[in-house]
T-cell receptor, first 118, second 116 residues
Framework: GAGVSQSPRYKVAKRGQDVALRCDPI?????LFWYQQALGQGPEFLTY????????KSGLPSDRFFAERPEGSVSTLKIQRTQQEDSAVYLC????????????????FGPGTRLTVL | AQTVTQSQPEMSVQEAETVTLSCTYD???????LFWYKQPPSRQMILVIR??????QNATENRFSVNFQKAAKSFSLKISDSQLGDAAMYFC?????????????FGTGTRLTIIP
């Protein structure tokens, strides 16, 4: 029914704190993506899940970033020991699994979580 | 690695007129997909239109159409009969045709303003 939802919508953290950002994908969507969007920039890929398997984490900027999707539905992006450069909007997207015909793979985005690190 | 370039940070158009947003990309792949996404101030990204690289025919969706030039690696978006609700950031994006490589690579965006 509903689209992709993310919580919280806004998060303010002090430098050094840990944060957890949640994404609820569209029901039945197999694939889930996290992107980071810095101010005035386009989104940049962080990581991708198919069901509970993390198939691509090549975009995670450091080992302080960790994502999980233990039951193949809800996903959490965790950032440890936050730094000022982590300030950005974190977008989650979900999609069906791409078919052999290349269809069914449109990524639907959530509203994002704006993280500000002071 | 693939790159996407949008050379127009800002564009403006009179309501009811036509505007074209530019996008170029660089890739060594022959099979890929291209997308235009719209991001209104509310931040929710919405797919506007998509193009499969193997299709020669340009995609159209109502007032939105693309000019896909594969040899030139160009993918521009034309918006006809511009409406106030079209005001937003527009992002061009690339996705590989290889299964397993599902990520989108975005350009830096073009901010479109509609003048009443």
């Amino acid at each position: 029914g509903a689209g992709v939802s993310q919580s919280p919508r806004y998060k303010v953290a002090k430098r050094g704190q840990d944060v957890a950002l949640r994404c609820d994908p569209i029901s039945g969507h197999v694939s889930l993506f996290w992107y980071q969007q810095a101010l005035g920039q386009g989104p940049e890929f962080l990581t991708y899940f198919q069901n509970e398997a993390q198939l691509d984490k090549s975009g995670l900027p450091s080992d302080r970033f960790f994502a999980e999707r233990p039951e193949g539905s809800v996903s959490t992006l965790k950032i440890q020991r936050t730094q000022q450069e982590d300030s950005a909007v974190y977008l989650c997207a979900s999609s069906l699994e791409r078919s052999l015909a290349g269809l069914g793979d449109t990524q639907y985005f959530g509203p994002g979580t704006r993280l500000t690190v002071l | 690695a693939q790159t996407v370039t949008q050379s127009q940070p800002e564009m403006s158009v009179q309501e009811a007129e036509t505007v074209t947003l530019s996008c170029t990309y660089d890739t060594s792949e022959s099979d890929y997909y291209l997308f235009w996404y719209k991001q209104p101030p509310s931040r929710q990204m919405i797919l506007v239109i998509r193009q499969e690289a193997y299709k020669q025919q340009n995609a159209t969706e109502n007032r939105f159409s693309v000019n896909f030039q594969k040899a030139a690696k160009s993918f521009s978006l034309k918006i006809s009969d511009s409406q106030l609700g079209d005001a937003a950031m527009y992002f061009c994006a690339y996705r590989s045709g290889n299964f397993g490589n599902e990520k989108l690579t975005f350009g830096t965006g073009t901010r479109l303003t509609i003048i009443p």
